[in-house]
């Protein structure tokens, strides 16, 4: 879950997009929050919420025409 959170800031970071969600932010919550029962939720909802922002940015710039619209999209990977 670590790496998802961190490849989720470095995309938010490139493509301007606010999202609060990182790596070590996700594994706080799901190790540490295991004390309090609903930490790994948390951590499992700030994942989805970093990815839904992103994957809401991707759609307004490929438009109605689909992918032939995007230039220069890049989602990095490890």
Partial sequence: MYCA???IAVNSAQRNVFCDTN???ILLWDILGSFV?????IATYKLIEGLNRL?????R???ANGAQ???N????GH
């Fill in 69 to 71: 619209n995007v230039t």
């Fill in 23 to 25: 790596g070590g932010n």
């Fill in 37 to 41: 029962i609903i930490g790994p939720l």
């Fill in 5 to 7: 959170g961190e490849r």
């Fill in 61 to 63: 710039h490929v438009g």
């Fill in 73 to 76: 999209i890049y989602i990095s």
């Fill in 55 to 59: 994957c809401a940015d991707y759609s």
